[in-house]
Structures are given as structure tokens and as C-alpha cells.
């Protein structure tokens, strides 16, 4: 049976629930002319990487106790900080608005609130110069110093007071979309091209191990990475195919270079104990939240998890830290995401750990394993795009931000089409809503066969999460 037969409308079927996926369903539903379905990996509920691990969730990890320190916490894991962008992206900030309650919008429910002023800062100087030469950074690294930490304007700067993984929810629960929960569409048979059948759209069929989810009318790629690639590789969508192959390395050229590019972060959360009172906010600042780390190569950001969200009530003995890795030093210290040796995890703590004691300029050894009452390490193997695809002509919102392939009836989008952040998968998914919602006579667009190239994006030139390199 086609999924579409059960509504007159044609049906979808958007494989990844992340706020790209997530925004397109949405969207797609306002519009009224479409039917879809989402279908997302996540094991509890949709976000992909803007998501919190929250209180009491079940661990995946079985041996794992669910009455650990950190699972009385929420935790942003991933993205911490909504930048509104200066030019453009007004329905974004529209619903920013809305979630924060700002402008006389009535929102009973607030999920987002403005960074307080001082709450963002830069750790930056000890003596530590990102410009010296390579061999000079082993000295560097065992140099300490006290860091000059000055405040950063956060003015456009959001965060979650209930945890960053509300902002997935509100989207799905404001416009009740539908979510097929814990699935994986697999990337050798998940989706297949059946062609026009018994309808007037091109059709596929998707799947998941053991089960059947119908025929659907179009289908919608809202995610990256080898999954993406391999999920479109042996389908006739060529042309979009050869956009998802992608690259994984920490850098890519100034020019952009030729493949989509992803790097690698990991994401260190600890609960950590004060000794002779003391704890890192003494350090960092009382009033801090996050902090971009600019002076130590292993490190990128910091943030503290009981000062941001609001239901963190901390035993005031105990704060709640979530460190970010640089990309080169995720790439050093890979390993299998899903599965990490303990060896690896005990070996890529310690180094993190041992970073942020040289980046505060504390004594070697300060945050020692007395300290650290729980942890939790995890690695973000496709984190960060480095570059994003630029079609060529004259942009605007209509026809840049997202692929569509009109022939085949599949398109793709995603924060890699426009811009790495939340702001830019959620547009980037409104936008391909709005093209598909337009007319039924869908063109190519985007694709590469019409021109185009990956340019840097600002994650790599400096910007995004705070220089991710
Ligand atoms: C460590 C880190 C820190 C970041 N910090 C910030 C920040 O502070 N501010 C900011 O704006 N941005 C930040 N970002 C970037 C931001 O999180 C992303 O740009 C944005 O969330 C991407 O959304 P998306 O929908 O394009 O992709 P994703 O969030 O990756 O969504 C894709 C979804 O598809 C699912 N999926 C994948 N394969 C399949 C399959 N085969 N079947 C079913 N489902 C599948 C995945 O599970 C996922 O849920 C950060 C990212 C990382 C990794």
C-alpha cells in the first residue's frame, strides 16, 4: 500500500528528524499539500546534534547506572549557543521570538531565554599564540599561565534553559508531526527507487530491518555523512549523489575544496568536585555559562550545564562541565563513535582534563581523578561542516539552501547546504518545504550538473561554535 493512499496528498518521507528534517516536515504541513513522515535514528526523540541528554533518560549503554551523578542532569551534549545571523533568516528569528517570549509574544512555555550579559566569555591569552610554529606548540603546552578572560558580546546569543533538545520537541510537538522514533533507514536498502507506478510522482519504497514503511511519493535526505552517501548511492539520483560524498578531516582549503568536509569533536560532560573550596567557576567566573577557548590547541569551548539550565539544582559542592575538544585533536584520538574503548575513553579524558587545566592555568594535576565524580565522554564523528555548497547564479531564499532533483522526486537538506548551525538546518529545511510546496512542476535545482562549489564555511574561518578547528 502507498503511504500517500491513506491522504489524498503526496506523501514524504524525511529520513532524519534533526531540526533540518524537522523544519522541513514542519513546514511542508503548514503548507498543506503534502503528507510526510519523519523517520529518525534517535533512540528516545528527534534533535540529532541539537539535542540534551535529560534527566532519567534511559542510558544506552546498559551496564551503565541510570542513577550515576550525570543522569540527575540535563545536559547539552552538542550545540549550546543560538546565534541569531545579522542579515536575513527573518523566520527564524520570528520563532526565536516566539520560544523566547520576546516582543509581547505570549509563550507560556519558554524554551529560550538571551545569554545574560557576561555569561559568554573568551579564556583567552596565558602565554599560549596560536600563530607560533608547529614545533613550538609541545613547549607551549607545558607553560602556564593565568588566562585573561574578557566577555563577549552575546546580544544575539540564545541558550535553552530547559536544555537545547526542547527546540527539536517544541518543533515536532507545536505542529504534531509524525515520527517514526528509533529507526534506522539503512543506508544499503533503506529507501528504493521504484519509479512511477500507480501514482503521477516518482515512488520509493522504505524500510527498515524486519519492517515495511510503504511507498512513499518523494523522499527527503535530512542528513550527512556516510549514511547519506551510502543511502543514495545506489539509486539513480545521481547527480544529488555525488554531493553527499563526503570528506572527513579537521581543515579544509581557503578555496573550500571539493567534497563536503565534516570534522570530528569530542564532547567531554564531568561532574566535578570543589577541593578547599574551589571549584572551575572560580576560575572561569561565577557568572559564566560558556567559554570559547582560545588559548590551548586541544580545546575549544566549555561550558558550565548547572549555571545554564534552569532545573540543574547542584549540590553546591558539585558543578557540571562540558568540555569541547579542537577537531585536530578529535582526529589524533579517533575511535569507533559508537563504541569506544575504555582505553581510548580513560586515555582522551585524561588529555582533556589535563587541556583545560593548562588552559585556566591551574597546576598540573588539579583536576585529578579524586575530583571527578562522574564523566561522560562522546565523540561527534560527522560534527561540524567545514564547508557548505554553493549553487551557482543569483542566490536568494527560493533557490539556494537546499538540492531538489524534480526527476526522481528526492531532494536533500541540511545545515551543510547553507550554513553550519541550527539557524541554518532550520532554514535550510523551510526553504526546500516552501520550493516543494510551490508548484507541482518541480525543476532540478541546486544540483551540481547546474554549477556550483563548496566554499568555506564559517565554522572553518573562524566563527560557529567558536573557531572549530
Ligand atoms: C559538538 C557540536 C557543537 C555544536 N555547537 C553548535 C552551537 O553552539 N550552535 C549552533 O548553532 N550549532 C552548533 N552545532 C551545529 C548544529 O548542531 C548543527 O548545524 C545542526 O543541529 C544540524 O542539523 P541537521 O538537521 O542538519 O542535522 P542533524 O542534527 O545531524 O540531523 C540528522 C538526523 O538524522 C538522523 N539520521 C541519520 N541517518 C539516519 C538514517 N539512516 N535513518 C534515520 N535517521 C537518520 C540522525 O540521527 C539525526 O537525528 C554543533 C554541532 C556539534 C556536533
Known sequence: MSASSASSKPSVAIIGGGIAGLSCAAELQRLGKYNPTVFDTGRIRPG??????FTKDEPKDKGRNRDSILSRYTIDHAAQIITLPRNGFEDFKKQVKIWSGEGGNEQSDIILKKYPRGSVVEIVSGDFDRNKKKGDEKQQKKEKSTPTIRSVNSQYMYYSPKGIGSIPLAIANENNLKIEQDVWISPSNGVKYIGSKDSNYPQWSVQTNGKRFGNFDMVIVAH???????????TPAKDLHSLLQ??????????????????SIYSLTVA??????QNLSDVVGKDVMVGFVK???????VTNQGKKIQDNSLDHDVEIWTIFSSAKFAKKYKGP???????????????MLEGLERSLGLQEGRIHQGLILDSKLQLWGAAVPLNVWNPSGDLNESNSGFLFD??????TCGDWLLDPSIPGAYESGRRLARYMSSSWDKEDIGLPSL?????????ASGAGIGNVR
Open 337 to 351: 563513535q559508537e563504541n569506544l574503548p575504555n582505553e581510548r575513553v580513560e586515555e582522551v579524558t585524561k588529555l
Open 272 to 277: 566535578i568536585k570543589s577541593q578547599d573550596g
Open 451 to 459: 554549477g556550483g562549489e563548496f566554499r568555506q564555511s564559517r565554522a
Open 48 to 53: 540529532g546534534r541539537c539535542s540534551s541528554r
Open 406 to 411: 524534480g526527476q526522481h522526486g528526492v531532494g
Open 224 to 234: 550527512n555523512g556516510k549514511c547519506a552517501d551510502r543511502l543514495m548511492s545506489r
Open 295 to 301: 588559548n590551548e590547541p586541544d580545546l575549544r569551548l
Open 246 to 263: 563526503v570528506n572527513f578531516s579537521p581543515y579544509v582549503p581557503q578555496w573550500g575544496g571539493k567534497k563536503m568536509t565534516l570534522n
